[in-house]
């Protein structure tokens, strides 16, 4: 591997990793900051932060931003997310200076113009209207509330209409000079990209950042509980979570291999039982997410009403059968996913600045690939079975529901009925 990192005195971290075979590169920055380092008053404010961004400079105005990116065949694009954000391009060999100079440029000299401002704000309104109309993904946001409640871990990350309105430019100043510093941000390339080259732009460029770490958020308490809205829509759309594990916990690989027994893909338990042999979804499925003090295990389907109670029946039983019932096939097939997708990320120059980004973020270093192959391969049966029994007695679960019938609450019902029994 051809990974190589430097660490700027202001604590900003660089890491490449030159794929010489190809034209193009990939490069972004991570900013280890989200939207549970938001304030009580600045719900919405670290993702309205990533859309001004491209407003505007004190350098360039919100349409230089996107032309001079494109008129060299590049993207420029950004992400928010509970722990992080993200702002990253991909652009041909020569124009890597230009793509450091306006990511640079965006997060250290933004304007906040007052007009640019308030069309943002009508813009995150539209999104969040968008977000509104899709149920099976807002039932997400019920979910995480629910399981996180009174936290910024627990909100919504677009905000809410009046939270978003409220933000001005000064306080999007302050949000940016706490959380944007040094220590918690890394600049990552990988394609076409000289180590030697990306390390003096960035020290020239990223230097206004002040050195100190940002403040620590608010640490995360998975509560549990039930949410369940009566809607008139064609489907039922049922999600459960229960507390994961965080980052750096030694199970964690354990638990994501009981996540895609349980429900990574089509020969999954649940996606086998719920949809092949009962015809209850067309779609169900499992995930985890990890942070960096907690974890968010959860399962979603769509379904009919009529038959959401069936279903979480199903899933229940699943999940108690599983953690004693778990074979080395499937252990086996959940490894070989879980390397699969960690070696296709390495043919994807975007896919592996974001993959390096993260092991920075999350261990201090990237790892090397015999490494993580290694921790993935110690997973065994036992220590997967391990994993999922403490996953369901960890925490009291979170159900989330949206639906047009009582079937949901039913289903809701059994729910608090698992749990009082795995109490």
């Known amino acids: 591997m051809s990974v190589e990192v430097t660490r700027l005195p202001s604590g900003l971290t660089v890491v490449t990793d030159a794929m010489p075979h190809l034209e193009t590169a990939s490069l972004g920055v991570w900013v280890g900051a989200g939207s549970r380092d938001e304030m009580a008053d600045e719900h919405g404010i670290a993702h309205l932060l990533e859309h001004m961004a491209f407003k505007g400079t004190k350098r360039r105005n919100a349409r230089q931003i996107a032309e001079e990116i494109e008129a060299v065949g590049g993207d420029l694009n950004a992400a928010t997310s509970v722990e992080t954000t993200t702002y990253y391009a991909r652009v041909l060999k020569p124009d890597v200076p230009l793509a450091l100079d306006v990511l640079s440029d965006i997060l250290a000299n933004p304007a906040f113009d007052p007009e640019e401002l308030s069309r943002e704000h009508n813009v995150i309104m539209q999104e969040i209207g968008a977000a509104e109309d899709t149920p099976d993904d807002i039932v997400f946001d019920h979910l995480q509330r629910v399981a996180f409640p009174g936290q910024p871990i627990g909100r919504p990350i677009l905000g809410t209409r009046d939270s978003v309105k409220s933000i001005n430019a000064s306080r999007l100043r302050q949000y940016l000079a706490r959380n944007y510093r040094g220590p918690d941000m890394v600049v990552a ?36 509980g039930q949410y369940i809205e009566r809607q008139d829509l064609e489907q039922a759309h049922l999600a459960l979570a229960l507390e994961g594990l ?178």
């Not at 394609?191 to 995360?220: M, Q, W, Y």
């Not at 379904?303 to 109670?309: K, R, V």
């Not at 999940?319 to 096939?329: C, G, K, M, N, Q």
């Open 189 to 224: 390339a990988s394609g076409s990209v000289t180590h030697e080259l990306i390390v003096d732009e960035a020290e020239r460029l990223f230097g206004s950042f002040k050195s100190d770490a940002a403040p620590a958020p608010e640490a995360a308490r998975f509560v549990g």
């Open 246 to 423: 965080p980052q750096r916990d030694p199970l964690l690989f354990s638990l994501q291999v009981f996540s895609n027994i349980m429900g990574g893909g089509m020969s999954s338990r649940l996606f086998q039982e719920v949809r092949e042999i009962r015809g209850l979804c067309y779609t169900i499925s499992s995930f985890h997410m990890a942070y960096s003090d907690t974890g968010f295990f959860g399962i979603y389907a769509g379904t009919d009403d009529n038959d959401a109670p069936e279903l979480m029946q199903v899933v229940i039983d699943q999940l108690e059968r599983a953690v004693s019932t778990i074979t080395d096939e499937e252990v086996a097939r959940a490894k070989a996913q879980m390397k699969a997708g960690l070696l296709m990320a390495l043919e994807s120059s975007s896919a592996r600045a974001e993959q390096l980004a993260r092991q920075i973020m999350i261990y201090g270093r990237p790892l090397p690939l015999s490494e993580i192959v290694a921790k993935i391969e110690a997973v065994t049966v036992e220590s997967t079975q391990a994993a999922g029994r403490a996953l369901l007695a960890r925490s009291r679960p979170a159900v989330a529901g949206l639906g047009p019938g009582r079937g949901l609450e039913r289903a809701a019902l059994l729910v608090e009925n698992f749990a009082r029994a795995a109490a």
